[in-house]
């Protein structure tokens, strides 16, 4: 034990001799500081710009301190750029001089020479739309009842004014729509718009109304011919017509004839027999699936053929319709 503790005390005798003769030895070297921008006006910043986060530079001074630098991170100093006399505008090409270093040993010089590229630029406030982005559907025999509303729908981003134009808007997460069975209102997360720009807030909220939808047939609903004024009388067959049609099931449950106009577009056909597709006018929130029949046949005034046989031929009875002049 006694020549164990001897050892020990053998140890610390020479680390503090070492520590003494460190502390007075003065040797020159490389040293890695941090570059800190000041004397920015009001409302200006060079985020954006290529700029390296440390200088090398070149101090002389004791060892001790310098090893504590390098081992222990205890800052000796720190690279100063002073922006105090420029205005938002264009990069400009800057290099760093012994003036710009700051510490409490000697400054033999910037090693290598180092040059930077500053942009200063404003820094800007803007409130951004939100875009949502889906790449899902609702799942089979459900609609929504409006169109998915983001809330808030534009949020308060920050950064250098010249990486806007570049980012118009801020992007949403997209959602699955196809797991949604009910209305609700979801969270949603927003996608960070480029390095530079900083969000206020980094979730909206997404308002989802759907339900159910029924496919329904109302039948027999009356067929009117579009003539323009001063054309001969128009004859349509058959007069009425089935529409099928999908919507939302209690609405489409509620719905009524009165709520469509079937019409054949005639214009100014000249006399003859025509076969012409037919437009439905209906609510917006209706989808038409189709007509039965898709198609009509159409006669514009006295064709010369003959009526009998035209309805023989297409095994129609003869009929009769008034046609609406636009």
Request: a negative charge.
């Amino acid at each position: 034990m006694n020549r164990l503790g001897l050892k020990i005390a053998c140890l610390v005798a020479s680390v503090v001799i070492w520590m003494q003769v460190a502390s007075h030895s003065i040797v020159e070297q490389n040293v890695s500081l941090p570059l800190v921008v000041t004397g920015l006006g009001e409302n200006l910043t060079v985020e954006g710009s290529d700029l390296p986060t440390e200088v090398t530079v070149r101090l002389e001074g004791s060892k001790l301190r310098l090893l504590r630098h390098n081992f222990f991170n205890q800052i000796v100093g720190e690279v100063r750029v002073n922006l105090w006399d420029r205005e938002a505008g264009p990069e400009f090409s800057y290099e760093v001089a012994s003036s710009d270093i700051y510490s409490d040993l000697k400054v033999l010089g910037v090693h290598p020479p180092v040059r930077l590229r500053i942009h200063v630029d404003r820094q800007e406030f803007r409130l951004l739309p939100v875009v949502q982005q889906n790449t899902t559907q609702l799942r089979e025999g459900f609609d929504f009842l409006e169109a998915p509303k983001l809330l808030p729908d534009s949020v308060l981003v920050s950064g250098p004014g010249r990486f806007f134009l570049t980012h118009p808007g801020v992007k949403a997460e997209p959602i699955d729509f196809s797991k949604l069975k009910e209305s609700q209102r979801l969270p949603v997360r927003l996608v960070q718009p480029g390095e530079f720009l900083h969000l206020a807030t980094r979730q909206v909220s997404l308002d989802c109304l759907i339900a159910p939808i029924e496919d329904r047939t109302l039948a027999n609903i009356p067929v009117v011919p579009l003539v323009d004024a001063g054309r001969p009388p128009v004859g349509v067959s058959p007069p009425v017509v089935d529409v099928m049609v999908r919507g939302v099931a209690d609405s489409v449950q509620a719905l009524t004839a009165n709520r469509f106009l079937v019409t054949v577009p005639v214009g100014n056909l000249d006399e003859g027999i025509y076969e012409l597709k037919g437009q439905v006018d209906k609510p917006d929130w209706l989808e038409v699936i189709g007509l039965d029949p898709p198609l009509f046949q159409v006669i514009v005034g006295r064709p010369s053929v003959s009526l009998d046989s035209l309805y023989q031929s297409m095994e129609l009875q003869p009929f009769e319709s008034e046609a609406v002049n636009e």
